[in-house]
C-alpha cells in the first residue's frame, strides 16, 4: 500500500504562480526507484497527463499545454515530488492528481499504480 497526498492548491488570478507538493510514503515503498508523475481533471473532462520524471535518469517529461510554464522536480531524501506553475491560465482550472508507478516511464493514466486524492487548483481571469 503507498500513499500519495497531494498539497498547495488553491485560488490564483491568471498570470500567477502555484507550486504543488506531493509526498509518499508506505511500508515497502521505495520512492528513488518509482517514476512520478501529474495529471488534472478539470468538470466534465477526461484525466489527462500534465508532467512526469522518471526515477532512473530523472528526465522529464510534459504535455504541450504547459511546455515552458510548469516544471516538474523530485526531492528523494524527502519522498517529495513537486510542480511548479508559473503564468497561469483559465484553462489551467481542474483538480491535480499525483500519481506513481515502478515502470521506468508513464505518459499514460494506466501506466500508474498509485494515485493521491488530489488537490484543486482554480484560476480567475
Known amino acids: 500500500q503507498v500513499q500519495l497526498v497531494e498539497s498547495g492548491g488553491g485560488l490564483v488570478q491568471a498570470g500567477g504562480s502555484l507550486r504543488l507538493s506531493c509526498a509518499a510514503s508506505g511500508r515497502t515503498f521505495t520512492f528513488s526507484v518509482y517514476t512520478m508523475g501529474w495529471f488534472r481533471q478539470a468538470p466534465g473532462k477526461e484525466r489527462e497527463f500534465v508532467a512526469t520524471?522518471?526515477?532512473?535518469?530523472?528526465?522529464?517529461s510534459y504535455a504541450d499545454s504547459v511546455k515552458g510554464r510548469f516544471t516538474i522536480s523530485r526531492d528523494n531524501a524527502k519522498n517529495t515530488v513537486y510542480l511548479q506553475m508559473d503564468s497561469l491560465k483559465p484553462e489551467d482550472t481542474a483538480v491535480y492528481y499525483c500519481?506513481?508507478?515502478?515502470?521506468?516511464?508513464?505518459?499514460?493514466?494506466?501506466?500508474?499504480?498509485?494515485w493521491g486524492r488530489g488537490t484543486q487548483v482554480t484560476v480567475s481571469s
Open positions: 500519481a506513481a508507478t515502478p515502470r521506468d516511464y508513464g505518459l499514460e493514466r494506466n501506466d500508474y499504480n498509485y
Open positions: 520524471i522518471r526515477w532512473w535518469n530523472e528526465n522529464t
